[in-house]
């Protein structure tokens, strides 16, 4: 019983003393334990608002520093943006620009730095931090300084560099400098890249380092040269050195005689001058030249003097043959072209050459000279007229030759109308008539064509027994003995142009020649129509007379040209009336297509005479007393 409580007691002093001996080292332990936490929990208590040990930026240690200490010292420490890091050159001129980091918009970003500094240390787990910490405090944990980049602001600093270097293009060119011609010189035109160049920059200014750059610089060169100027300098110097003279190239036909050139002269030249690229041309060069609106303004009054109308080819017809013989070939119509001139003035401006030929346009005729009868349907005589002039002056007999010439051998195209006037043109002295009495005005008076109604009237008889409508036809005033010896009164047709015209429309198929022939010795004229006959046939109705007033007692009238002693007739009586007369045409089968009625009102007409001053018995004691000439209206 004593050996067991003996061995019992043994075993509890055994485990006492084994406790004892392993508590040491647990309370040990724990104690470090303890220790080390603390330290732990003093360590971030201590840096709960600093930047922790070994923490570096731009190499300034931040380590304890509070966030605005931390602010001050790498403030102060980052000195990049205040550095002169870059270098810029103008290759061309050689021209340096030296800037700060600074200039070209580089900013620190103080609090970012700042925040990445604190960061250090503070990951999110406590693992994390610890490594860390102990990481940055063992080998030192170095940051560099964030920055932001105000693009703007370096464009801008660019920009004021470029207002050295920038330059326009200047194109060379003539110009009048104290009344003489001389060139400006020309200036290559440079532009910076404002753009280009930042781009260069950029990847400098975010690794924090310098750079040498070379300016990208754009340069135009100018599209007139100093040489170029220089040619057409001379130009210049030629264009307003003479005259230039503008007018027909050639005479080509009698009438243009009378057309003159006209002249630009030196100052309208230099007021008509344009320098500057020509337009119409494909590739545009530097040029001079006058004004194509001036021109065209000083040469539209001349159109009407250079235009004249296309002539038809004139024919007589061979009855034998039954062809057409040619009288005179065709004239083609001729107009001005003006943007045709303009071009031959300024071709021949720079040269020595002054004249300048019109640029013409010609159309052809609408009948030309190769036209045969069978084209034309000109195959037999349809209609004529004939008028008698015995007894007249050798002026009038003149003067109807001389106008009917003028309508021998003309074509009329189907359809068309024939105007007199159009034919007959000019009367006057120039145009190849000569004076002689006429009847103006109710008087018969001296002037220029006398005898021309003489045509007229003949070429209205032909129209008549031809059939053809009338659209313009007027009577003499009084009735005239030259026009009735044949045909009797109301067969007369006066003209006076532009007034007063006969005209008449070819209603057939067919064109219409006519031919005029004066028979000087047998005192006749005749009016030949030549066409093809549609088979229409003509009667002249009966004369109808009516109102007939005996004509006044004779005239007497002193005519200072005549010799004393010497008494003329110019005039011949003639009794007033009214005629009309009827004209019916049928067809072919005799039926009456038309009927027509042409009236005639003749005035009462006295015999004139003329004598000379002092003649004995002049005038006469029955004469009467002549009233003053009135003006003569249309």
Known sequence: MQQVLTQTTSHRNLARKLVSLLLVPFIVVGFVLCLVIFSILFYQINYQDRVFPGVHVWGMDLSGMTRDEAATSISNAFDYPRQIAFEFTDKKTGKSWHATPSDLGLRLDIDSTVDAALQVGRAPGIRDRLIQQAQANQSQYHLSPRVELDRIGGQRYLSFVAHEIDQPMINAGVVRSRGLWTTSPSQIGRALDIEGTYSLVQPSLTQLSGAKITFPITETLPQVSNEQAEVVLVDVKRIVSQPLHVGLPGKRFEEDK??????????????????????????????????????????????????????????????????????????????????????????????????????????EPTITEDATAESLGITELVAQGRSFFAGSSEVRVHNVATAASRFHGIVIMPGEEFSFNHYLGDVTEETGFEKGLIILGGRTIEGVGGGVCQVS????????????????????????????????????????????????????????????????????????????????????????????????????????????????????????????????IRDAEDNIIRTDIFKSHYLPWQAIYHYGPGTEGMPPEDAVTPEPTPTPEP
């Open 258 to 363: 009378d057309i003159k050139h006209h002249t630009i002269n030196t100052g309208m030249i230099e007021g008509m001058l344009r320098l500057g690229f020509v337009s119409d041309e494909e590739d545009p060069e530097y040029g001079a030249w006058l004004d194509h609106n001036q021109l065209r303004n000083w040469l539209e009054p001349f159109q009407t003097e250079v235009a004249t109308e296309a002539v038809n080819a004139r024919f007589v017809f061979n009855d034998d043959s039954g062809e057409l013989e040619v009288l005179a070939k065709g004239i083609p119509a001729r107009s001005l072209d003006i943007t045709g001139t303009i071009k031959h003035v300024n071709r021949h401006a720079p040269t020595l050459n002054r004249d300048v030929p019109y640029a013409l346009t010609w159309k």
């Open 457 to 584: 009237t003949t070429a209205f008889q032909a129209a008549f027994y031809a059939g053809f409508p009338v659209l313009e036809r007027y009577a003499h005033g009084y009735r005239v003995g030259y026009y009735e010896h044949g045909e009797g009164p109301g067969m007369d047709a006066t003209v006076f142009s532009p007034v007063v015209d006969l005209k008449f429309v070819n209603d057939t198929d067919h064109h219409l020649l006519i031919e005029a022939y004066t028979n000087k010795k047998e005192q006749r004229l005749t009016f030949r129509f030549y066409s093809t006959s549609d088979g229409r046939k003509i009667e002249k109705g009966e004369t109808v007379i009516t109102d007939v007033k005996p004509h006044p007692p004779d005239l007497y009238e002193e005519d200072p040209e005549l010799e004393q002693g010497e008494i003329e007739q110019v005039d011949w009586s003639a009794d007033g009336a009214k005629v009309v007369i009827e004209r019916i």
